[in-house]
């Protein structure tokens, strides 16, 4: 999320925290760890991922305890860097709330259709010759290109489940993001597309998405990818062009995926794919190798009755 160029001094007084740095480092944006970029803020609350925030790009880390701060960066101290980085959030974008199907502040294109009961959100753009079927929804801040048709009951740019376990419920981060999608991409019915925490959700130009497909926060999804119903991927992968995933495929978060690979159905993929290979499995691996495995393993039977009728 980009934001007017703030002051350390200022950020830190929002939420009422101590830091280390020039009272005038600025800060231009709050992302988190996989979307970073330099004049970013990003957060970390855990020690397992401080060294990863403070060798980022982020040249701001909200953190919970007082380490060295690197050279051209600052920190922020707080106890609780989670809940902070949720004011900050809602200072700088406070939620909005629309009560028109069309908000008065979205841009719609030539020739586009909205068909009944669908709903568009605050400053949504959506190109020209597109076509959105009824009940579809499209939360606040999403942009979609032209000759794009989504099909009824399909929500674009939901939130991120992106949740803190708490001692006595979760805590939900607020998310800021949004969803890009290009043009002539085609998506089925009841699919569900999350934003982006602080950053975009991205599918390709000429990406077809079948019914019953789950896109989680932050994943960016490359041109001309096909994928068939009930995939669903996980938040922050990064898919590459030409991508095939086939029924039921599961993608674990932070995965990536090569060019023009395919994933067969009802795979569960765990671990990067590189380009051009074929996967399949849970968990998935090289198709080839892995239906040898599967071969081998129906064998086992036929070898212990033979080794015990010795």
């Known amino acids: 999320m980009q934001i007017n160029s703030t002051t350390l001094k200022d950020i830190a007084a929002i939420i009422n925290a101590e830091y280390i740095g020039n009272d005038l480092h600025i800060i231009s944006g709050f992302n988190e760890i996989h979307r970073v970029t330099s004049g970013d803020l990003v957060f970390v609350d855990h020690p397992k991922y401080y060294e990863k ?14 380490v060295e701060c690197p050279e051209g960066k600052a920190l922020i101290i707080h106890e609780d860097p989670f809940t902070a980085f949720n004011k900050l959030t809602r ?12 908000s008065s502040s979205a841009i719609i294109g030539v020739n586009t259709i909205i068909m009944p009961g669908a709903f568009i959100g605050n400053h949504v753009s959506i190109g020209d010759n597109c076509i959105l079927n009824p009940n579809v929804i499209v939360y606040d801040n999403c942009k979609i290109g032209n000759n794009v048709v989504i ?9 991120a489940f992106y949740f803190k376990n708490r001692r006595t419920h979760f805590e939900q981060l607020d998310t800021c993001g949004n969803v890009v999608i290009e043009d002539n991409v085609h998506i089925g019915a009841n699919c569900t597309i999350d934003k982006g925490v602080t950053s975009d959700t991205v599918i390709g130009k000429g990406t077809i998405i ?4 789950h896109i989680a926060h932050d994943v960016v999804i490359g041109e001309m990818c096909l994928f068939a119903a009930n995939v669903a991927i ?9 991508v095939t995933m086939w029924g039921q495929v599961g993608i674990s978060s932070n995965i990536i995926i090569g060019d023009d690979a395919v994933i067969q159905a009802q795979s569960g ?3 990067n ?5 074929v996967f399949f499995g ?11 495995e599967i071969f081998a393993l129906k064998q086992l039977p036929s070898l212990i009755h033979k080794l015990y009728d010795k």
């Open 53 to 66: 925030a403070l060798q980022s790009a982020a040249t701001t880390i909200l953190i919970n305890k007082e």
């Open 91 to 102: 200072h700088f974008k406070p939620k909005q709330y629309s009560n028109q199907f069309t």
């Open 151 to 159: 099909h009824a009951g399909t929500i674009v740019g939901s939130d």
């Open 210 to 213: 079948d019914n019953l497909v």
């Open 234 to 242: 996980a938040g922050c992968c990064t898919i590459g062009n030409r």
């Open 269 to 271: 993929v765990g671990e």
């Open 273 to 277: 794919v590189p380009s051009g290979k």
């Open 282 to 292: 849970s968990p998935a691996a090289d198709a080839k190798a892995k239906m040898r």
